[in-house]
């Protein structure tokens, strides 16, 4: 099993719609059998995936066990709970998906006040902030999973990032986006260096290393690559090429890039995953249907030119899936 988390420091970067496509076209082209983590507090992830009624009939549900509800016998000091969250399934889109909540949002002060404890190498703190990474380890059964966060670098996120083997990192050609890379370059640098110190006080204080899933935990993020959202483009001799600004920001941002790859020692060509086009016609319709893009039909309300737009998805989903799946496999 690989689990891999959405996230850049930047909104708007169409990350959801990335993740739950390429999850779609995992498990429907590739034959994966994919699980979908919606640790968002925002839930946008649970209500793509999802249909309306659905959805409000599992949050509802008196029976319902959320990923927040995982985390209350940790806040009471009494261990991991034996139970996962409810798993329930996703038509349209062939994957598994343990839904959002956004009370998940309230355990941020919980996180961060057992990462100071962690970083001091108390065993509590560990228990707090490596909950999320026994939660992934529990489902060894799936090939994939896939766990989409929102745009911060609070606790819950660091917590997500260090329970998982990969991250990919959605990115649109723009300053924000550019400096989004910068502050994620730092914050793992500063996350990196207080857990391997943790790490090693922990055991002079306590005489052993801190397991999950009987393997003691380190710093194991890996960096999978990114995926560019289409830019405004001019074609010279055939070639596309960026125009105006988005040349300079676009080379300031593959000096990012490449810095982001050096502290994970992996070569930056290895981590171009491919791009995204312009879909933002049919995203609505994708969004409505409660399906892939490319799996859109007459059905959905696809008419005229909606169908090359489909096509194109279909094209450009599958491909940065292909090499996702081979860029993992050589890791």
Request: glycine share 6%; with cysteine; aromatic share 10%.
């Amino acid at each position: 099993m690989k689990s891999i988390a959405f996230f850049n420091n930047k909104g708007g970067v169409g990350k959801t719609t990335l993740l739950c496509n390429l999850a779609a076209s995992l498990a429907k082209v590739h034959n994966k059998k994919v699980l979908v983590i919606d640790a968002d507090p925002q839930c946008n992830a649970s209500a793509y995936l999802l249909p309306e009624e659905q959805l409000q009939s599992i949050l509802m549900d008196e029976e319902h066990y959320s990923v927040d509800a995982f985390y209350e016998p940790i806040r009471r000091g009494v261990g991991y709970p034996k139970s996962i969250p409810t798993i329930v399934k996703s038509e349209r889109f062939s994957v598994d998906l343990i839904v959002g909540d956004p009370k998940l949002s309230i355990r941020e002060d919980l996180l961060a006040t057992d990462w100071a404890a962690t970083r001091n190498g108390d065993p509590r703190g560990f228990q707090t902030t490596y909950a999320f990474k026994e939660l992934v380890s529990r489902f060894n059964n799936y090939d994939f999973v896939l766990i989409d966060i929102g745009p911060s670098l609070g606790a819950l996120n660091r917590s997500v990032l260090l329970a998982t083997d990969f991250f990919v990192m959605p990115l649109s050609v723009d300053i924000f986006s550019m400096m989004a890379v910068e502050n994620i370059i730092k914050s793992l640098t500063s996350w990196k260096r207080a857990l391997e110190d943790a790490i090693e006080r922990h055991y002079k204080e306590e005489e052993y290393y801190f397991e999950i899933d009987n393997k003691k935990v380190q710093w194991d993020l890996n960096f999978a690559g990114y995926v560019m959202q289409q830019y405004r483009a001019k074609k010279k001799e055939g070639v596309r090429q960026a125009v105006g600004a988005f040349e300079r920001i676009i080379e300031k941002q593959k000096l990012e890039l490449n810095e982001l790859s050096n502290f994970f020692n992996i070569s930056p060509e290895l981590t171009d995953l491919g791009e995204v086009p312009t879909l933002s016609s049919v995203v609505p319709l994708s969004q409505q249907a409660h399906a892939p893009i490319f799996d859109l039909g007459a059905k959905d309300g696809v008419v005229g030119a909606h169908y090359t737009r489909v096509s194109e998805a279909a094209e450009f989903f599958h491909k940065i899936s292909g090499k996702l799946i081979e860029r993992l496999s050589n890791d």
